[in-house]
């Protein structure tokens, strides 16, 4: 089946106790067994739940992978996923991570000795510099956040595999309508479920997908042990949003090749970084391993001034944090979202003073445009 065909059926068969054509929300904590050891497959919400597995199930067919996990958070299920190795074993990360992921490897994981290093894995060399004895995982984001650099997908896989490392990819940004990792030799994707797949601002959420029946066992084991799962009703939510995911992504692409192309023409902008304009670096690559572009971009302004002057005067765009949603969101990655990475690191990035970033959302877009456009007026 398509990809739009299986977002709305697969793990969405009508309920078996009363024909409901959404799956419900199974809000309960236990399951009543019909006497010893006899159950109907559930007996308690954290080890699982009918709303959940549903939607692990959907989310596991979306990026053809076999076995989908639901967490409370993205960055819960990429905990889960590091816990997967020990005390003593070393991960290789893109420099250009989300700044949570980052957050999370260097003030809460080297304490219980995992080590990090950070590649730019833009550049396979750079990765292969950083490996040690004890390497065991390359943690790669493509496209990146805010500059939107692309690693090959398939060369970073043939890369970790050669020296026996395993490969996780966080496709949040693209979401699996654009991307699926696991086609390109990833043994891990993860997503923060709160941006396009959910796609509504309305819910926090993550997920693991793998196609390893070991690994995946381990993964269902830490997950109740350690017991961030996503509840019944933000599963349902996850539900109801990847319905639309086809139509949605679409949509976003639209608008975001519609804005890069606007922006770029902007005589006051000076750079615009979107793997669909084909000034981007890696515009070949992407359309190698990409479907679409999405609705991720940003852009230089020139100065902190002139993005703060753009900033606030959007009447159309919010100015805030995340992405994914189906409304427009605008915000300064050097203040907001990478204000906890060094000011030389953010330099070295390309996260400028003058960089804003755009989550295109699914308006007109020519309302989206007027809007940029008298923003940019006052600059
Ligand atoms: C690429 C990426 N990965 C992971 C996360 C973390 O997800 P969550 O906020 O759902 O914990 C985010 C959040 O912004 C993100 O952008």
New binding site residues.
Partial sequence: MGFATDAIHVGQEPDPATGAIIVPIYQTSTFVQEELGKHKGYEYARTSNPTRAALERNLAALESGRFGFAFA????A?NVLMTLFKSGDHIIAGHNL?G??FRLFENVLKDFGLAFSYADTTRLDDVTRALQPNTRLLFI?TPT?PVMEITDLAAAARLAHAHGLLLAV?N??MSPYFQRPLEYGADFV?H????YLNGHSDG???AIVLNDPSLAERVRFIQNAAGAVLGPFDSWLVLRGVKTLAVRMRQHNENGVAIAAFLQGHPKITKVHYPGLPSHPQHELAKTQMTGFGGMLSFETGSLDNARTILNSVRLCSLA???GGVETLISHPGTM?HASVPPEERERLGITEGLVRISVGIEDVEDLISDLKQALDRI
Avoid: R, W
Wanted: no cysteine; glycine share 16%.
């Fill in positions: 958070s993205g960055m819960a990429i989300y949570g992921s984001e956040n966080d949040t940004f993860v923060s479920t709160t941006k926090v959420g993550g944090e995340s992405l979202t």
